[in-house]
């Protein structure tokens, strides 16, 4: 056995050493490529199209025995859910040693918001709008994955959504096509590395998903319908794809859902005709776990083999955990139905992939203990974690400026999350462990000294366990201020994870309220991974800082939020609606024939028990100091075909504490062929100003960003009056109107 897989390298060097130079490394490389794709046979070749899970952690419905099997007889070329240089090394040795022609195994992880460095949840990073951290975050994640023996993350996650209902608002950046655009190039950047280069063994593959449009699901509701027009798709929930793959992400995941009744495992329109001709997609299609399987129960096949057809004719190249692909294959191409050709083109896609991580040259070379022990939980890392969270934090109220705390005051701390470190992690914590994590209490103790915190759980996270209220109100009565850790479950956002109500559960609100009553000043500080209803929270609450799940680091990034180390620059990604009766709830919303602000009291869109505007705007976040907005010019009133605007405004931080302003440039083309949105998000500005400083914000604005898909669904722009807004959010903004000739 040994011997041939000798013979496969010696071929593959032979002609890597034999390729005469060319200039073209593509040529090269699939010369490499085909050298390996010859000599394999049918099975093999569907081996390499074959994704199993390994036993260390099932993140979906199914686990097959034995996979190690599979990889011994060249029926499985990739495995997922395997880490640490010990095993991946283990399984490699399989697959290079005792299968037939020894390829080489592709390792993929969700490594989402960290590998063992946990960073904020991903909505929360996003609320940073720091594209720098973003990618400084991919970045450590990637290093940790791959000095930990993976090659590919299945990351980023890019899904637009609108619906707080949907769990896995919590891996996105939120509603705004442009912001996520943004985000997904960083997240790219980070994860394969600035100039693209796999071979970097500190870089990992990215994966872009869910392909297409999961975000949507009817009701909010996981795996659910999603059906909606091609100009919603197009203008909304694709361009965060379309970035990724422009950053050069060489693998793309299939979402679960079906989109215009087509499941999208299944759906040719989607994986071949938009994503590899239109977007020009060079890399391999990987499916969801089991999602070609599942198109039995979406009602387009009758059994898995009708599946696996619509999958492989629809340009999908590796089944992940679905074993149809193994099981049905093969036969379909003895007889006939499908092209042994189409196999090649998979394989190929994903062998490339292999060379271009430099597997073929050493199956090993992510195998280091050495490089695993000088990256994994680094000291850097750790404090880019706990950068990146800080950054994420959204500071929602403060009255009286009761923030920032001071050190010295006797506070009493509340809530199960105040203690809690897994909570800290959030979903999709990959490799992140936390027993060795500081919890929020622990940090504010250590901070502030053990006499000045008095800690009492008083509520849990969920449930209606009233038995601690007590003595937290005797611990309140003891204090001058009150911090009270409160949100939700580390499990009751992400996948599978969907709620009728976005409410805080439990009676954490209910102690809130108890505890008001003793008129001490309340800070809430918030754990949650989607926008909650804070309605309560935001009248009974003095202040409010939304942390989300703010990782590893995140007890430290609270504590120097709430005392001012570091002051609050978190702008939300996501609208906070009163209620969830008005999602979903956005702020690129249309204006309607009857917008809210017509006279007429009762004739026009709105509702007769709650306003149309959320509690907090797409946008929204408060500092510890106060920036104003004045002077908003432009440097002129037309915008020509060719031609630029350039918009100034000043910005003037009037307040005592130096901070960090996202300022926000909107626009609106108050005329279409087709209805227009009330602001489009088109640009923001990351700017430090110190206290009393005022600086000048520019922004360029080109007809390009003003294109949109017409009536005819052409895409372009058209001539007419638009407005341009700045502001600190979606909903404070100055204006001013210019035209497009
Ligand atoms: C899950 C998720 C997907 C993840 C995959 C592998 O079902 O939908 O995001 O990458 O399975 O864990």
Redesign the pocket.
């Known amino acids: 056995m040994k011997h041939i897989s000798l013979i496969l390298f010696i071929t593959v060097f032979l002609i890597a050493a034999c390729t005469p130079s060319v200039n073209n490394t593509d040529a090269r490389l699939d010369k490499r490529v085909d050298s390996v794709l010859q000599l394999m046979t049918l099975e093999e070749k569907i081996g390499q199209m074959v994704l199993y899970?390994s036993d260390w952690d099932v993140?979906?419905p199914t686990l097959r025995e034995n996979y190690l099997d599979d990889i011994r007889k060249g029926h499985c070329g990739n495995i997922?859910?395997a880490h640490t240089v010990a095993y991946t090394r283990q399984l490699q040795k399989i697959a290079v040693e005792e299968s037939r022609l020894g390829i080489p195994l592709l390792f993929g992880y969700?490594v989402i918001h960290g590998h063992k460095t946990i960073f904020p949840i991903s909505l929360g990073e996003a609320a940073s709008w720091d594209t720098t951290a973003l990618e400084l975050s991919a970045r450590v994640s990637a290093i940790e994955a791959a000095a930990s023996g993976l090659h590919w993350t299945?990351a980023p996650?890019v899904d637009v959504s609108v619906d707080p209902r949907w769990g896995r608002v919590s891996e996105g950046a939120g509603e705004d096509p442009f912001l996520g655009s943004v985000i997904a190039r960083a997240r790219v950047r980070g994860f394969q590395g600035p100039s693209n280069d796999l071979s970097d063994t500190l870089t990992v593959l990215a994966?872009v998903?869910?392909f297409a449009a999961y975000g949507a699901p009817e009701a909010g509701r996981d795996y659910n319908t999603v059906d909606m027009s091609e100009r919603v798709f197009r203008s909304i929930y694709l361009p965060p794809y379309r970035a990724a793959i422009d950053a050069g992400a060489l693998s793309v995941?299939t979402s679960?859902n079906e989109l215009d009744g087509v499941p999208a495992t299944g759906s040719r329109y989607l994986l071949t005709d938009l994503l590899r001709t239109e977007l020009g997609f060079k890399g391999f299609v990987v499916t969801?776990?089991t999602s070609i399987n599942e198109m039995v129960d979406h009602g387009v096949a009758a059994n898995f083999a009708e599946a696996g057809l619509l999958a492989i004719h629809a340009g999908v190249d590796m089944d992940?955990q679905g074993e149809v692909y193994f099981n049905f294959l093969k036969k379909q191409v003895e007889e006939g139905l499908v092209s042994e050709k189409l196999i090649d083109e998979a394989v190929r896609r994903v062998l490339k992939v292999k060379f271009m991580l430099g597997l073929f040259d050493d199956p090993y070379r992510y195998c280091s203990e050495e490089r695993e022990k000088r990256y994994v939980y680094a000291p850097e890392h750790l404090d880019a974690a706990l950068d990146v969270a800080r950054k994420s934090m959204v500071l929602l109220k403060n009255d009286n400026q009761l923030l920032p705390l001071k050190k010295g005051e006797k506070i009493a701390v509340l809530g199960e999350l105040a203690a809690s470190t897994r909570d800290m992690l959030g979903s999709w914590k990959a490799a992140g462990d936390w027993d060795f994590m500081q919890s929020t209490l622990d940090v504010l103790r250590e901070y502030n000294g053990e006499k000045n915190v008095i800690y009492a759980e008083g509520a849990k996270k969920t449930g209606d366990d009233r038995s601690g209220f007590a003595a937290a109100l005797s611990a309140v009565r003891k204090a001058d201020k009150v911090v009270m850790v409160i949100g939700e479950d580390w499990d009751w956002s992400g996948?599978a994870a969907s709620r009728t109500s976005i409410q805080v559960p439990g009676v954490q609100t209910e102690l809130l309220a108890a505890v008001k009553k003793l008129g001490k000043p309340v800070v809430v500080v918030l754990m949650n991974g989607r926008p909650l209803d804070l309605s309560r929270e935001h009248l009974l609450a003095d202040a409010i800082l939304e942390a989300w799940y703010p990782g590893t680091m995140g007890g430290k990034a609270i504590t120097q939020v709430l005392y001012g180390e570091y002051n609050p620059s978190g702008k939300l990604p996501m609208t906070f609606p009163v209620n969830v009766g008005q999602v979903p709830l956005y702020y690129y919303a249309k204006n309607t024939g009857r917008p809210i602000y017509l006279p007429n009291p009762k004739y026009k869109s709105r509702y007769i028990d709650a306003p149309n505007d959320p509690l907090y705007p797409f946008g929204f976040g408060l500092s510890y100091t106060r920036f104003e907005y004045s002077a908003l010019k432009l440097d002129s009133k037309q915008l020509t075909a060719e031609g630029q605007l350039k918009a100034s405004v000043t910005v003037t931080n009037s307040g005592a504490y130096d901070g960090v302003e996202i300022v926000q440039w909107y626009v609106r083309d108050l005329v279409g062929s087709v209805t227009r949105p009330v602001k489009e998000l088109k640009g923001f500005n990351r700017i430090e100003l110190k206290a009393g400083e005022s600086k000048v914000v520019e922004f360029l604005l080109t007809p390009s960003q003003l294109a949109f898909y017409r009536q005819d669904m052409s895409f372009g722009t058209e001539p007419g009056d638009f407005k341009l807004f700045v502001g600190g959010n979606s909903r404070d903004v100055l204006e001013a109107p210019f035209v497009l000739k």
């Open positions: 899970t993140t979906g997922f859910n969700d299945f996650m994966t998903k869910h995941m679960f969801d776990y992940m996948e």
